[in-house]
Structures are given as structure tokens and as C-alpha cells.
């Protein structure tokens, strides 16, 4: 577990933008089930969340198309909830950051953390645009 005021920042980099955050399974379940799109954010304390996984997802939600719902947990800090969101993107492993885009419940575009690490946060924008462009 992370210090509250560590993290605090780097949570406020979403909910500031309006990402809600999860922080039991209860939670989690109550998001998986809302009608229309869903983007999770699994935040994280490290770099590649800081300077590419945030900001290009604050950045993707200028596109006139965009998510319904804007939810995150945060791993390493709130573990249940971000082990039980992680269930939801079986097949793929666990990584952090990870952002996945959701359907009415289903798994339709997801980028793990060897998508994000190293690359802009444009580039991981442009992705998420893409993305919503066709599913929302």
C-alpha cells in the first residue's frame, strides 16, 4: 500500500477530468454493469502511468466521441477492486497502467502496459480516439 497523500495527485490527474473512482469489488461490479462505454484506467505510482497513461487518457476524452463512463482504480492501493477490474479484461494479464474500453459490459479494446510504456501520450490518445470512435 501507497501513502494517501502520495497518491493523492496522481489520482486527482482523473477524477479531475471526471474518472470515478472504484474502490471495493461492489463498486467495480455497479460500473461493469452501466449501459453504453466504460473506460477504465488501472492508475499506478510509476512513470509510464505519470507521463504516457494519464495524460493521454485525460487527452483522449477531447474527441467529440467518448466514453460514457469514466471509472479507475488504482493498483497497489486499492487491491480488491483493481484485482476483481482486472477480471473483467481476462484474457489479457495484469499489468499497470492498463486502460480498457467496455461495451455494455464487454471487453472491446484494451492497451496493456507494454502499449503505454515509452510511448507518448498522443500516440496513446490517438489509440483511445480510435477506439471510441468506433465503439461509442
Known amino acids: 500500500m501507497y501513502p494517501a497523500e502520495l497518491v493523492k495527485p496522481m489520482r486527482e490527474d482523473l477524477t479531475a477530468v471526471g474518472f ?3 474502490h471495493n469489488v461492489e463498486e467495480v461490479d455497479t460500473a461493469m454493469k452501466e449501459e453504453g462505454t466504460t473506460l477504465v484506467v488501472v492508475n499506478s505510482v510509476c512513470g509510464c502511468a505519470a507521463a504516457n497513461a494519464r495524460p493521454g487518457a485525460r487527452l483522449s476524452l477531447q474527441n467529440v ?3 460514457d463512463n469514466l471509472v479507475t482504480v488504482f493498483a497497489g492501493v486499492d487491491r480488491e477492486a483493481t484485482d476483481h477490474a482486472r477480471g473483467y479484461m ?3 494479464p495484469p499489468s499497470s497502467p492498463s486502460i480498457a474500453l467496455f461495451k455494455d459490459g464487454e471487453l472491446v479494446h484494451m492497451l496493456e502496459r507494454h ?3 515509452g510511448r507518448p501520450a498522443e500516440m496513446i490518445a490517438e489509440n483511445l480516439v480510435d477506439a471510441y470512435n468506433e465503439f461509442c
Do not use: G
Open 20 to 22: 470515478k473512482e472504484l
Open 65 to 67: 466521441k467518448s466514453p
Open 115 to 117: 502499449h503505454i510504456e
Open 90 to 92: 481476462i484474457p489479457f
